[in-house]
């Protein structure tokens, strides 16, 4: 079983900058691949980045060239570093992760960017 714990969300003015870290825990080692989403109010939940075992990452396109992901094999975390944050970045941030037996969710981390 892995579980995402994710941390560093907050309030944050327009411009500003985030850095996520997702830590995984429980058995890590079949893991494929690890992504951030987020669901702003009253919509659909969205994949934002991902990354996988052996580096492809996605971006979705209204986030390319702002946001970041990474990740540290030795922390078995994963990071999403957001830069010029805009208010319409304001929501929860959730981290997934797949491996050869399931995917798992983490409980979401709140980011709210105020104008």
């Known amino acids: 079983q892995v579980q995402p714990v994710e941390s560093g969300g907050g309030l944050v003015q327009a411009g500003g900058s985030l850095r996520l870290s997702c830590v995984l825990s429980?058995?890590?080692?079949?893991?494929?691949?690890m992504a951030w989403y987020r669901q702003a109010p009253g919509k659909q939940r969205e994949l934002v980045a991902s990354?996988?075992?052996?580096?492809?990452?996605h971006y979705v396109d209204s986030v390319k060239g702002r946001f970041t992901i990474s990740r540290d094999t030795a922390k078995k975390t994963v990071y999403l570093q957001i830069n010029s944050l805009k208010p319409e970045d304001t929501a929860v941030y959730s981290c997934?992760?797949?491996?050869?037996?399931?995917?798992?969710w983490g409980q979401g981390t709140q980011v709210t960017v105020s104008s």
């Open positions: 990354i996988t075992n052996r580096d492809f990452i």
């Open positions: 429980g058995s890590i080692n079949s893991i494929t691949i």
């Open positions: 997934k992760a797949w491996d050869l037996y399931g995917t798992y």
